[in-house]
């Protein structure tokens, strides 16, 4: 005998409870195992406090007030205290996982703090001036002020052009009326040679720290935007400015290179602890 559909709708309904009750609790237990699972791990389980000290909570307070230039209001401390023990909760269980292991992320980050430490040193303690001055006289080339030059120019959209003119120009020719059109002056007046460089290019300032001063006139030199007929009328090479001008870039300069040294030190001293075994 069938069944009738009012029959199976029945049967239905009569199975939908203890289904749903078994999918339930399917459900509680796989949580449970997924909360075993992300709590359990393997190693040592004994840092098991997290104490965030008035001190930390203060460290907290500061951080965001160099980013938001207030201090956080109490709602907002209580958030960046549960994100800060959210962070060391997972930081602890990840190096219980050995997650640090095999990372080159970390590995790189790990080093780069013990380097800051070795290089640390350097930047405590007060220098005299003697140092700093011998670090100025052993390094003129990182402090000199740039070169100034002083020039005219004539632009041409073609080297030809250019040659043309010349020939003008030593024929007496007024340099005035030579050229084609550009937005650059004809006329620099003690110009620095990284304004040269930016204006008409590295190359070009570099062929014109060559030429010789005088009414005469050189090139073709290329620039960045097409040639130049130049004539260099002064230069004035750069100089080192007293140390009392710039203390703090020769300070910051040495410490910089200390902080290398100690670094590289650091290391050696480290690494003779090893024994290193490349295979070839």
Excluded: C
């Amino acid at each position: 005998m069938t069944d009738s559909p009012a029959n199976w709708t029945d049967r239905l309904r009569r199975w939908r409870l203890p289904v749903l009750v078994l999918v339930l609790v399917l459900l509680a237990g796989a949580a449970i195992l997924a909360a075993k699972s992300w709590r359990a791990a393997p190693g040592d389980h004994s840092s098991r406090s997290i104490h965030l000290t008035r001190s930390d909570q203060a460290q907290l307070s500061r951080e965001f007030a160099e980013v938001t230039g207030r201090p956080p209001t109490q709602a907002e401390l209580d958030t960046l205290i549960s994100r800060r023990v959210r962070e060391e909760v997972l930081y602890r269980e990840a190096l219980r996982r050995g997650l640090d292991k095999g990372d080159p992320v970390v590995r790189k980050r790990l080093a780069q703090k013990m380097e800051a430490i070795a290089a640390s040193a350097a930047g405590t303690g007060t220098i005299d001036d003697a140092t700093l001055n011998g670090w100025l006289q052993a390094h003129p080339d990182r402090f000199a002020q740039d070169m100034k030059l002083t020039f005219d120019q004539l632009y041409f959209t073609s080297r030809s052009r250019a040659v043309v003119a010349r020939t003008l120009l030593d024929g007496g020719a007024n340099w005035t009326r030579v050229g084609d059109a550009i937005s650059l002056p004809a006329h620099f007046n003690g110009a620095s040679r990284q304004t040269v460089s930016d204006e008409m290019g590295q190359e070009f300032a570099h062929a014109l720290e060559g030429l010789a001063l005088g009414d005469a006139w050189h090139g073709p030199v290329e620039g960045a935007l097409g040639w130049h007929l130049v004539r260099l009328t002064a230069k004035q090479p750069g100089v080192i400015p007293p140390l009392a001008a710039i203390r703090s870039r020769v300070e910051d300069d040495w410490r910089a290179a200390m902080g290398r040294r100690q670094q590289d030190a650091g290391y050696q001293a480290l690494r003779d602890d090893y024994r290193i075994e490349i295979d070839r």
